[in-house]
């Protein structure tokens, strides 16, 4: 081989262990496994189920550890109080936003045995177009379609491991074959569609009646025009759009999804909803929110549905905003926070018996419904998912309305039914399944 090659590659070897050890050895961080140089702990990590591994260290490294995803120290926070003492005791010092590399890039027939995914799934897209579009869309709609067919692909990607390792080196984004590339033209897809909608919105504009948000997006930008550090620009509000579709649609969907499965699994919990939908609501008229308040058991089934199949295990990520002591450690501003929900839902002290599936987690002793601060399926404090509410509200009226109006049953003994996920990475995916609509 040249000698000059040979120096070359010595010299590139001594620069990248170099910048390996400075960042490693920056601050007082926790403790955590040793990492390797280059690829730090991501071989102590399965990526199949990220928050069993976390876990398993945790039992090793306490509460508070440092894992380094590729070269870049993360702190994961494992367990209520750590999350709790973080993200809510110090809320802003913990507020920063993580954007993960591929994200970044992006930025720039009745009775019969069926699949739910697509019902599950066209109803809250459906919802949040209404919200962006005031527009909803026939289910057999083309560009509806195609729409939920990208939504599909880019939540499904998410937890393929070009994207994972793309996130961890994102110097690879443009380089490796995979998943991440497909997410990147799916999103381009998507935001060039909003772009359509918002000539269309712009070309019939009344600032006195706004019709939507895109329309208040356009009116806030319009009254900021002059304000050359405005955030309302129209690269944001593409952006906006895209992440309310993709956050407001497959998340729902999934938990939908997973929660008609839990049913089947479990048809005694079933029955005991529906005999509560028959006394509150009964059938001459349609579920409410303001039901909710007088079915408890109903409530806790949805709560616990959440709780039990831990959608995300581990919030999106988040940064300090400055140099934080934190117990007895001293985190660096800019350093990667990961708060594992997974820890607080499963907590065997706040929920017995947590890997069970039992509505009683959330009932106290008289069958009242009993709230937990341990329910954390949004994460919590200061940048808990903006879309909670609307989420909620979902869940509750659709599982409601669907209770009301049909019984369920399963193609196989709920014995054999495998609530386990298909997928358990960034987000959990249920397994594959039919089941029937029998009307009541």
């Not at 550890?65 to 973080?86: D, I, N, R, S, W």
């Not at 959330?362 to 069958?367: H, M, T, V």
Request: hydrophobic share 40%; aromatic share 10%; glycine share 4%.
């Amino acid at each position: 081989m040249d000698p000059t090659v040979v120096l070359v590659l010595c010299l590139s070897l001594l620069l990248l262990f170099s910048f390996w050890k400075q960042s490693h050895g920056r601050g007082n961080l926790p403790p955590g496994p040793t990492p390797l140089p280059i690829l730090g702990n991501i071989l102590q990590i399965d990526f199949k189920d990220i928050s069993k591994s976390l876990t398993k260290l945790s039992e090793v490294y306490g509460p508070v550890f440092t894992v380094y995803l590729g070269m870049k120290p993360t702190v994961v926070l494992h367990g209520y109080e750590a999350v709790k003492e973080a993200l809510i005791d110090l809320g802003e010092e913990f507020s920063g936003r993580t954007i993960l590399p591929v994200i970044h890039k992006v930025n720039k027939g009745l009775a019969s045995p069926c699949d739910p995914t697509f019902i599950l799934g066209a109803a809250p897209c459906n919802v949040i177009c209404s919200v962006i579009f005031q527009n909803r869309f026939d289910y057999k709609d083309q560009q509806f379609l195609n729409l939920m067919g990208k939504f599909n692909e880019i939540f499904k990607n998410v937890n393929s491991k070009s994207v994972q390792l793309c996130n961890m080196f994102p110097i690879l984004i443009d380089y490796l074959p995979g998943s991440q590339k497909t997410t990147i033209r799916n999103n381009t897809y998507i935001k060039n569609y909003v772009l359509e909608k918002v000539k269309e919105h712009q070309e019939s504009l009344d600032i006195n009646n706004p019709r939507d948000f895109i329309d208040c997006f356009l009116i806030k930008m319009e009254q900021e025009k002059h304000n050359p550090q405005s955030e309302f620009t129209i690269e944001n509000l593409l952006i906006t759009v895209l992440d309310m579709f993709v956050a407001g649609t497959e998340t729902t969907s999934t938990t939908l999804k997973y929660g008609l499965l839990l049913l089947l699994k479990h048809p005694e919990v079933a029955a005991k909803v529906q005999e509560e939908i028959e006394r509150v609501i009964g059938r001459d008229r349609s579920p409410c929110m303001q039901d909710r308040s007088q079915m408890p058991y109903t409530d806790a089934v949805v709560h616990e549905i959440q709780r039990f199949i831990d959608l995300a295990p581990n919030a999106a990520p988040h940064t300090t905003t400055c140099d934080v002591k934190f117990r007895n450690y001293i985190i660096p501003k800019g350093t990667t926070i990961f708060p594992s929900l997974s820890s607080v839902l499963n907590d065997n002290k706040e929920f017995p018996n947590p890997k069970e599936f039992d509505p009683g987690h959330f009932l106290d002793k008289s069958g009242n419904f009993r709230k937990s601060d341990y329910f954390v399926p949004f994460s919590t404090g200061k940048r808990a998912c903006v879309g909670e509410a609307l989420a909620r509200m979902e869940l509750f009226l659709f599982l409601t309305t669907i209770l009301q109006n049909f019984k369920l049953k399963s193609q196989v003994d709920p014995e054999h039914i495998d609530t386990t996920p298909l997928v358990s990475g960034i987000s959990r995916v249920p397994r594959f399944y039919k089941l029937s609509f029998l009307p009541v």
